[in-house]
């Protein structure tokens, strides 16, 4: 059952606290996202993978790290110089970088900073 | 800078009628446009999308129309079905100029009424 998992659903961290953001694929796609969602915008690229050991920042890499040592996996880590890091976060895949193809999402990991 | 806008948050309509969700964008370098559809606590699935080439693409009960002119897509089904209830997010994307990513708008929510 091919598709991308986020754990966890929900996570809650404390302010100062570095945080990983687990994404993982099995749809042997080429390219990766994170984006982040807050209420009342639309989602927002945080960085991007065109392949393994490649990484680009998108809109709002500050204070977010990435990392893609294999195919499957593009973790996401929200440190703590992230100023407002509480937002919903979704990972997507597509077959390759492309200005046509079809992303598929993640159902999202929920990010709580007390 | 919001580049692609859905200016109604929410729209209800009754089972059977049809729904229009719209889409305002002003970067003219977009040449290609898609709608998702997101249920909560799930991530985005791809829905439908249209090349700049043409102005309407057909899926079913899903149609997008894209008037290029005016900057402005929308989403029509027909008939609405209680399961169509949903967040509807629309992305625009450019062979050149933004580097193959998607932006996306804020998402209109869509409740279809028994």
């Known amino acids: 059952d091919g598709g991308i998992t986020q754990s966890p659903k929900y996570l809650f961290r404390k302010e100062g606290q570095n945080v990983t953001l687990s994404c993982e694929q099995n749809l042997n796609h080429d390219a990766m996202y994170w984006y982040r969602q807050d209420p009342g915008q639309g989602l927002r690229l945080i960085y991007y993978s065109q392949i393994v050991n490649d990484f680009q920042k998108g809109d709002i890499a500050e204070g977010y790290s990435v990392s893609r040592e294999k195919k499957e996996s593009f973790p996401l880590t929200v440190t703590s110089a992230q100023k407002n890091p509480t937002a919903f976060y979704l990972c997507?895949?597509?077959?390759?970088?492309?200005?046509?193809?079809?992303?598929?999402f993640g159902p999202g990991t929920r990010l709580t900073v007390l | 800078d919001q580049q692609v806008k859905q200016n109604s948050p929410s729209l209800s309509v009754q089972e059977g009628r049809i729904s229009i969700l719209n889409c305002d964008y002003t970067?003219?370098?977009?040449?290609?446009f898609l709608w998702y559809k997101k249920y909560p606590a799930e991530g985005p699935t791809f829905l439908i999308s249209?090349?700049?080439?043409?102005d309407k693409n057909e899926d079913g009960r899903f149609t997008v129309f894209l008037n290029k002119s005016a900057k402005h897509l929308s989403l029509h089904i027909v008939p609405s079905q209680p399961g169509d209830s949903a967040v509807y997010f629309c992305a625009a994307s450019a062979l050149r100029g933004t580097g193959n990513q998607f932006y996306f708008g804020t998402g209109t929510s869509l409740t279809v009424i028994p």
């Open positions: 970067n003219s370098m977009f040449d290609y």
């Open positions: 249209i090349s700049s080439i043409k």
């Open positions: 997507a895949s597509s077959v390759r970088l492309s200005f046509t193809d079809t992303q598929y």
